[in-house]
């Protein structure tokens, strides 16, 4: 079973920077793609940055040039570092893939269990 743990998130004030970390394991065939999305408190969950298998990188338009997304492939693990953030960062941030399991002909979705970042001071 492939189970995504996410770690890193806490409060910090504005300006400052947190390093958001996923890990994924279990039996894994492959790895499309993996990212990170948010959600605050009566708003959609939203894409944040997603890193695919041959290492393409997207961003949401608000969090370009602040954030960093990154990835340590024999781990199977990703980074989210987080710069100059703002009170509008305050959200719970999922880990997310695009991963075909060692079980299934084909890939699924997986989420972590989230993790709250607070920019506040």
């Known amino acids: 079973q492939v189970q995504l743990v996410e770690s890193g998130g806490g409060l910090v004030q504005p300006g400052g920077s947190l390093r958001l970390s996923c890990a994924a394991s279990?039996?894994?065939?492959?790895?499309?793609?993996m990212g990170w999305y948010r959600q605050a408190p009566g708003k959609q969950r939203e894409l944040v940055a997603r890193?695919?298998?041959?290492?393409?990188?997207n961003y949401a338009d608000s969090v370009k040039g602040r954030f960093t997304i990154s990835r340590e492939n024999f781990k199977n693990t990703i980074h989210l570092q987080m710069n100059s953030l703002k009170r509008e960062d305050t959200a719970v941030y999922y880990c997310?893939?695009?991963?075909?399991?060692?079980?299934?002909?084909?890939?699924?979705?997986?989420w972590g269990q989230g993790t709250q970042v607070t920019v506040s001071s």
């Open positions: 997310n893939a695009l991963i075909q399991s060692g079980s299934s002909r084909v890939p699924s979705d997986y």
């Open positions: 279990g039996s894994m065939f492959s790895i499309n793609y």
């Open positions: 890193i695919t298998r041959g290492g393409s990188t």
